[in-house]
């Protein structure tokens, strides 16, 4: 399984792709689609193109985006909104599952702490994929995104065989 992990932005969207092979996860590739300072409309279609382009490239089979907080800013909230929305429709145009993630989700799967800071997280980040070579704490946030995907893809393989086993033996 490949999985690539998305973290929304306007300006810097990050990215983050990992294999998982049994128990074993390893470190593909990283980095941040960037959006000129155009029209809102110029910047979603260039990060819709920088990411439609990643996606080809690294050929991912499965995707996971974070999901968005809502903050103080309601214009600011609407915005990163919009951005989302090319993460999302980005995979789902290939092909792909879209799984969804909460901040606190990602960070208590990968870090163990549902609040941990972006130290803890990239930390953690860089125990389970040695030697990573970071592209930017936007893409050190995506990895982490596809690193909680592969986790819970593995541990749902692993409930669904349990159950197939209780099922055959009844």
Not at 4 to 22: E, K, Q, T, Y
Not at 89 to 115: M, R, S, W
């Amino acid at each position: 399984m490949r999985v690539i992990g998305i973290d929304p932005g306007l300006r810097n969207l990050g990215w983050g792709v990992v294999d998982v092979a049994g128990t074993k996860i390893g470190h593909v590739a990283n980095g941040i689609c960037k959006s000129s300072t155009g029209t809102l409309a110029e910047r979603l279609r260039e990060l819709h193109e920088q990411l439609t382009h990643v996606i080809y490239t690294h050929q991912p089979t499965t995707s996971a985006v974070e999901k968005t907080f809502v903050n103080k800013d309601g214009a600011g909230t609407l915005k990163l909104g919009q951005a989302r929305g090319i993460c999302l429709l980005v995979p789902a145009q290939a092909g792909l599952d879209v799984a969804e993630y909460a901040p606190n989700t990602i960070k208590k799967v990968v870090v163990g702490v549902g609040h941990a800071d972006k130290k803890q997280v990239e930390h953690m980040v860089r125990m389970q994929l040695p030697k990573v070579t970071f592209n930017g704490p936007d893409a050190v946030d995506a990895l982490a995104i596809a690193l909680c995907h592969a986790h819970h893809a593995q541990f749902s393989g692993k409930l669904d065989a349990a159950l197939a086993r209780a099922q055959g033996a009844a």
